[in-house]
């Protein structure tokens, strides 16, 4: 019953920016929490930033504090993932993800009830 897509990916130079979006469409009134996360070749999916959407608290994985912004527009349904001062490191496949109540906010992956189809950050250096 709710979809979510993803846009803004791109490839950028090491310190570049680039701003993700993710619209979520359907029944979307149950959703407490979203999240971004990210997912490189080889490697499993890790969560990079979540939002309350009821208060609008965040939280961040270690490597993108002070760099990434996670945020909401609830009037249009959208979520947005600001990332400044981008690093190779942070090439992967980002995916919007969204959760109904009863759990913790976080950036675990098990427990989120909806997924986009990712949107694809490749940094150079």
């Known amino acids: 019953q709710v979809q979510l897509v993803e846009s803004g990916g791109g490839s950028v130079q090491t310190g570049g920016s680039l701003r993700l979006s993710c619209s979520a469409y359907?029944?979307?009134?149950?959703?407490?929490?979203m999240a971004w996360f990210r997912q490189a070749p080889g490697k499993e999916r890790e969560g990079v930033a979540t939002i309350y959407i009821d208060g609008g608290s965040t939280d961040y994985t270690d490597s993108v504090k002070g760099r990434f912004t996670i945020s909401q527009d609830n009037a249009k349904n959208t979520l947005y993932l600001q990332m400044n001062s981008l690093k190779p490191e942070d090439t992967a496949m980002y995916y919007c993800?969204?959760?109904?109540?009863?759990?913790?906010?976080?950036?675990?992956?098990?427990?989120?009830?909806?997924w986009g189809q990712g949107t694809q950050v490749t940094v150079s250096s």
């Open positions: 993800a969204a959760r109904h109540s009863g759990g913790d906010c976080n950036l675990i992956e098990r427990g989120y009830n909806y």
């Open positions: 359907g029944y979307t009134y149950n959703i407490y929490c």
